[in-house]
């Protein structure tokens, strides 16, 4: 992956749709299906403090040689002890000695990649002494990708790229795709996120993943994952194999949704969350509208657990 030495396979393991926010697999399930994944030569699986699912990883690693995965984790942190907690709270829950790699979650530009310079200086230190492997941000906007250019300490991006260019804040699909060629010459390892748009091109699932496949600046591509035939058809699809039928139409079938339960006391926790627009209180009651990317962040901070992805 770039310049970093870690190898990873074309698909990553996308684990946030397995969590209680959509899914809700129990770990035993979701752990299975990680090994499914890795028995077929997926070696990289995401994940994130906010998505509360270390414990099905490190289940999973029950069964799994750990220098035969990757792991990439996300944090908000800002400051070193919050950097420093996040990083213990990856290590202990994940039952492991390093993370691969860590990347700050969600960065829009430069201005807030130097909000978060305690944490980036902390896990510096912390890859020296052997607890991380590579840095990085997590984007929704091209104005993220710009921020790390020319940063040597960042060494990984993970940015959303779609054929639709669903859930980029600020530009096109190609803007994304020529700033992505930039960070490629620069040795920038580089593994994309919502190649189905959160679930809205699953319709259009063999031509939206036949486009992703082709961007030849992308290392590993991530993919939330909820069955086995989804792990299947993914690795299919990636190595150019043909999907049966029924798994085709199954897939199709498939109409992801945020619903909200009645009993949202209109808090706007969710509204302030959201940094898609993608939720608007109306009539007392919050709604998803056409901005939503269907990450299910915004069940995160929901004080009545409400929300969630189906």
Request: charged residues 25%; negative net charge.
């Amino acid at each position: 992956m770039g310049n970093t030495g870690i190898e990873v396979s074309k698909l990553c393991f996308g684990s946030l749709t397995m969590t209680p926010f959509q899914a809700n697999l129990s770990y035993e399930e979701g752990a299975n299906l990680i090994k499914h994944a890795y028995n077929k030569g997926v070696n990289f699986i995401d994940t994130a403090e906010i998505y509360g699912n270390y414990e099905y990883i490190r289940r999973a690693f029950k069964d799994i040689d750990r220098e035969n995965i990757v792991i990439a984790t996300k944090t908000y942190a800002y400051t070193e002890e919050m950097a420093k907690a996040s990083l213990e709270m990856a290590l202990e829950e994940l039952d492991t000695d390093y993370i691969d790699i860590f990347l700050l979650h969600e960065q829009e530009s430069i201005h807030t990649v130097r909000g978060h310079w305690e944490a980036i200086e902390y896990f510096k230190r912390a890859k020296q002494e052997g607890k991380i492997k590579a840095i990085g941000i997590s984007t929704h906007r091209i104005s993220g990708l710009d921020a790390v250019i020319e940063l040597d300490d960042l060494e990984v991006i993970h940015p959303i790229v779609n054929i639709d260019g669903i859930g980029i804040q600020d530009g096109s699909i190609e803007e994304m795709l020529e700033k992505l060629k930039i960070l490629k010459s620069k040795g920038k390892g580089i593994y994309s996120m919502k190649p189905l748009g959160g679930g809205h091109l699953i319709k259009d699932y063999e031509k939206a993943i036949n486009f992703i496949k082709n961007v030849d600046t992308i290392d590993s591509i991530a993919i939330g994952m909820q069955s086995i035939d989804e792990i299947d058809a993914n690795i299919k699809m990636l190595e150019n194999k043909s999907i049966p039928d029924e798994i085709k139409q199954n897939l199709r079938k498939k109409d992801r949704r945020l619903i909200v339960a009645d009993y949202c006391i209109a808090c706007g926790n969710c509204v302030e969350r959201c940094q898609q627009n993608g939720i608007e209180i109306i009539d007392g009651q919050a709604v998803a509208n056409d901005k939503c990317i269907l990450c299910g962040y915004c069940a995160n901070v929901c004080p009545e657990f409400c929300i969630k992805v189906i």
